[in-house]
């Protein structure tokens, strides 16, 4: 019983949890924000691509 107790009351994997949870929270907000303005990226890149193409060697 001792032992059942002593696990309960550990915290050493909780810290472990919480970077796990913040970690999907960004995660998630940066797969949301890529989603949102993806037509707005491809025309940033296709103008790099475009400028790059023309630029002289």
Known sequence: MQLLSNLWKDEGGQTFVE??????VIS????AA?????TE????YATI????????N
């Open 19 to 24: 970077y796990a949870v913040i970690l999907a």
């Open 28 to 31: 998630l907000g940066m797969i």
């Open 34 to 38: 890529l989603t949102v303005f993806r």
């Open 41 to 44: 990226l491809q025309a940033v």
């Open 49 to 56: 691509t475009a400028r790059l193409a023309q630029a002289p």
